[in-house]
């Protein structure tokens, strides 16, 4: 185990030390939120009469539903710019992009910084070494209020990843990985990750992982800084791991995509806050570029902020992945959270880079959703079946 991320906790609760199963109460640095948990915040902050006094920094973003598909979106993005003006919160409404994303681009994050909000992958940041918690959108309140978080100390597991990644394999592979084999033992626990492997990563590649791991339970997870000393909980061989595809239902469970190749596809989507960085949409665009879209598929591009769709532009990525047959949509969530923009109907099959598979989640709950690399995701588009990556 390592003793920074118990050792940061308790530099923020201002004791010597603390130690897994004990409440303490640490300063919050930053807060967060989106139009997608913030009618409820909200309507907590009304009914308790709690005001944003407390905060050290709160931050909303308007990625959930924007442009806004429905006049009660409109309506609440009305009252949140007028919340925010009133108590000088910061609010990024102008299509700036998804939160994880515009929090990585516009503020300075640093190891050990406190980070909580009310979204369930706010632990993105963890690739930058920040502690993120995520809560809910009542649990969000007393953070807004006081500037501090109440929290029951959690286990840390420590995570050392060595050797070298296949060409085939992405970040977003290794989470699945991490899930896959390792689930019971990272469960409700603190994820600190180390080792010659996750040091070369990018920092987009560092998000991707970040992201992901939420969706198996953890507390949180992060990149221990290089330097810090740690003792091993679990050794992984980079070379062990292979392209993973979760498969649909409300309990995550994965194959490899060899194995799924009579599932045809009616839809891929590629981006949002996991896998929707300048990195992702290069390695999708030099498959679909050369291969072209399959005539039956509608495949989405959801840049996850107008940064990363600048980039996209300048390097005429986004002229490509259109003369493929892809459609781009505007930086955010896109479909993710089935609010608008690409929902699935009724019988549709997709392979998304999103980050759930429980039905319903991207549209209708008759709609099929496989989770995977934006490789596995691209090949799947050529080809109008789920297919692993290759070289050709």
């Not at 996750?198 to 998000?207: C, H, P, Q, V």
């Not at 019988?347 to 008759?366: F, L, Q």
Request: charged share 15%; proline share 6%.
């Amino acid at each position: 185990m390592s003793d920074f991320f118990h050792r940061q906790l308790a530099k923020s609760a201002r004791l010597e030390t603390v130690h897994p199963g004990q409440r303490i109460t640490i300063k919050v640095d930053l807060a967060l939120g989106h139009d997608g948990t913030g009618p409820a915040v909200l309507k907590e902050l009304r009914v308790s009469g709690t005001r944003p006094a407390g905060c050290t920094r709160l931050l909303f973003t308007l990625d959930h539903a924007f442009p806004a598909p429905t006049a009660a979106d409109r309506e609440f993005h009305r009252e949140l710019a007028g919340f925010a003006e009133q108590h000088q919160v910061l609010l990024y409404k102008n299509g700036e992009g998804v939160l994880h994303q515009v929090v990585a681009e516009e503020e300075s994050l640093w190891p050990g910084m406190i980070i909580v909000g009310a979204d369930g992958h706010v632990a993105t940041a963890g690739a930058f070494g920040a502690i993120a918690f995520s809560v809910s959108a009542a649990g969000l309140v007393p953070v807004i209020g006081t500037g501090s978080y109440e929290l029951c100390v959690p286990e840390s597991v420590v995570i050392t990843v060595q050797g070298t990644l296949s060409p085939r394999v992405m970040a977003r592979d290794l989470a699945m990985y991490l899930i896959h084999h390792h689930g019971a033992a990272i469960r409700g626990r603190a994820v600190l990750l180390t080792g010659s492997t996750i040091d070369g990563l990018s920092i987009s590649e560092k998000m991707a992982i970040c992201n992901f791991l939420p969706e198996g339970g953890v507390a949180t997870v992060l990149v221990l800084p290089q330097g810090e000393q740690a003792h091993t909980n679990i050794d992984i061989d980079a070379a062990a791991i292979g392209p993973l595809v979760a498969l649909p239902g409300d309990t995550l469970s994965f194959a490899e995509p060899e194995r799924l190749t009579e599932e045809t596809i009616d839809v891929a989507m590629i981006g949002s806050c996991s896998s929707g960085r300048l990195e992702d949409f290069k390695a999708a665009a030099d498959i679909l570029a050369r291969n072209g879209v399959h005539q039956r598929v509608t495949c989405l591009i959801t840049p996850a902020s107008r940064n990363v769709l600048e980039a996209m532009e300048s390097l005429k990525l986004t002229v490509a992945l259109r003369n493929a047959g892809a459609i781009i949509l505007p930086p955010g969530c896109g479909p993710c959270p089935g609010r608008h923009f690409g929902v699935l109907g009724c019988g549709d099959t997709a392979i998304t880079t999103t980050i759930r598979a429980n039905p319903g989640r991207i549209g209708s709950p008759a709609a099929r959703i496989f989770l995977a690399s934006p490789l596995t995701v691209a090949w799947s588009a050529v080809t109008g079946r789920i297919t692993a990556p290759n070289h050709g």
